[in-house]
């Protein structure tokens, strides 16, 4: 019985769409991470590796971004961690 429902459980998730992770949601990310570190949530001992990663992000965005798309309304983090008006959180959070 339990085979069954082993391969009920595998089909169904054989059916399921793949997540895909968009340029907007690793924006979102880094707009998270320089929110926290703002309010102090991060300690001293966590900052180096959430820096390390915080700056892989952007370069990802930076090098991912399409060309035509530059400018201030891409939806991308600027350097100084400003959240741009139309980011998904940007109504939610206070800077």
């Not at 009920?8 to 793949?18: A, K, L, S, V």
């Not at 690793?26 to 001992?45: C, F, M, W």
């Not at 309304?73 to 139309?86: C, E, Y």
């Amino acid at each position: 019985m339990s085979e069954v429902q082993n391969q009920g459980q595998q089909q169904g998730q054989e059916q399921q769409e793949p997540v895909n992770i968009s340029l907007q949601d690793i924006a979102t990310v880094v707009q998270l991470i320089d929110i926290v570190s703002r309010r102090g949530g991060i300690e001293g001992n966590e900052m180096a590796g959430v820096g390390m990663l915080r700056n892989k992000l952007e370069t990802f965005l930076r090098q991912n971004t399409p060309e035509e798309q530059g400018g201030e309304g891409d939806g991308t983090v600027s350097a100084n961690g400003s959240i741009p008006v139309d980011a998904p959180l940007a109504g939610k959070v206070k800077s």
